[in-house]
């Protein structure tokens, strides 16, 4: 008797600790706070707006080549032996002709050792250095900066844009998940209650054994359809959390529904939105800055044909003694200016073979801008293409439901006035379900082509 107390006890604990702690709190998401916490949360468009500051700082980083720079310096010098040099003796031949008057001249030495200096050597000042020409890499490489600041802000658009699509799609495949559990929970229901409805006909012997049968069979098959249905819905619901850069732990609840609404721009001409497309898609814009690089790019491997000029300025003091008690009449000033000129006059074909690449590499973008071109012009057409058809196919699901939705009505009453079988019931049944299912899968279809379609030409922006 005494482990079956303990096992109560330990029971009623877990029970009572169960009901205590406190319920974790449901995440309910619209579709517009599932793209706002996707561009929030997502690591990609942040190493995207990185990417973009990074560029900015390089817009500033190429300014300075051309900008004067001030250096500062300081240094103090020991010299714990101090050299001498050797001089030919000037007083000597000087002094010569004095010989007689000057007795020793002629045992003068003919060089003598000079040091220059004193033990320790203060000296500190500031330099201003000016380029006053770099052959225009100065300037192409500033052009090459703004462009690449350019490129790096359209790149977060696109990054944008994506996010937005992957976002409103994971949201509509929950949404699209949920209605299919809906209508197999509802096929089930419908299966269980046609079964009770036999089995009350065969009790009282107006419903066959096969009847029965078939009734029982249809329950049990519908039944892993409902099984597979919800853990869909749970898969999809873990996508909309990775998108959205969740917790894989987050209770997450849907608020939405599908609504049809026409879209705008399937109305306008194919052309017209590849004409768009064009002109709005950033990828598009991108390949325009690569080209202004690519250009500069030729421009700063030719600036090394030309010479280089740098203006250049020095303020210093100076400072000698023999201890290290420097005071201000010890200082000494210098000022001096300077022009300096080189002449490039050979690198090895360094600079020949370095604008042959650069030409190279500008003829590639011209490649990968024509097949871009080509590329956006096809996915527009598809995108288009692609809306069109799931128009189409949404209307034909709407007559479909309709008609199924009859048709089994039709086939209970009869069934239950004895004109047609149990199979007759079931058939519409089947059919019902499945207009409802692909009802649904239109309505996705149709809202990510929507989607689709503003991306292809460069005009999604937010939430439709």
Known sequence: MRPLRLGGALAALLTFLALSAPAQERLTLTLERSVALALEKSPDLAMARNDYDKAGASVWQAWSTVLPRLDGYASLQHSWEIQTSRIPNFLKPMLGPLGSMVPGVDQMPDFVDISFGLENTLRYGATVTQPLFLGGAGMAGIRTANAAERAAGHALDVKRQTLILDAATAFYAVLLAKELVRVQENALAQAQANLDMVIKKFDVGMASPFDKMRAQVDVATIEPDVIAARNA???????????????????????????????????????????????????????????????????????????????????????????????????????????????????????????????????????????????????????????????????????????????LRLARVMYNEGANTQLDVLNSQLALTRAQVNFANTMFEYQVARYRLRKSIGQLDGVL
């Open 233 to 407: 819905l749970q898969s999809s619901l873990s996508t909309l959390r990775t998108v959205l850069g969740l917790e894989p732990s987050t209770l997450v609840e849907i608020d939405g529904e599908f609504i049809y609404e026409a879209e705008e721009y399937a109305a306008r001409p194919l052309s017209e939105l590849q004409a768009m497309a064009l002109g709005g898609r950033r990828e598009k814009m991108i390949m325009e800055e690569r080209k202004t690089i690519a250009d500069n790019s030729i421009s700063i491997a030719r600036s090394a044909y030309w010479p280089t000029l740098i203006f250049q300025t020095d303020l210093s003091y100076l400072a000698m003694r023999e201890d290290l008690r420097f005071s201000r009449p010890d200082l000494s000033k210098g000022i001096t200016s300077s022009l300096t000129l080189q002449l490039p006059i050979f690198v090895g074909f360094k600079t020949m073979k370095e604008s042959e690449k650069a030409e190279l590499e500008y003829r590639s973008v011209l490649e990968e801008e024509r097949r871009l071109v080509n590329g956006i012009s096809a996915e527009v057409e598809l995108a288009y293409n692609g809306v069109h058809e799931a128009e189409e196919k949404h209307r034909s699901a709407v007559q479909t439901v309709k008609l199924g939705t009859e048709a």
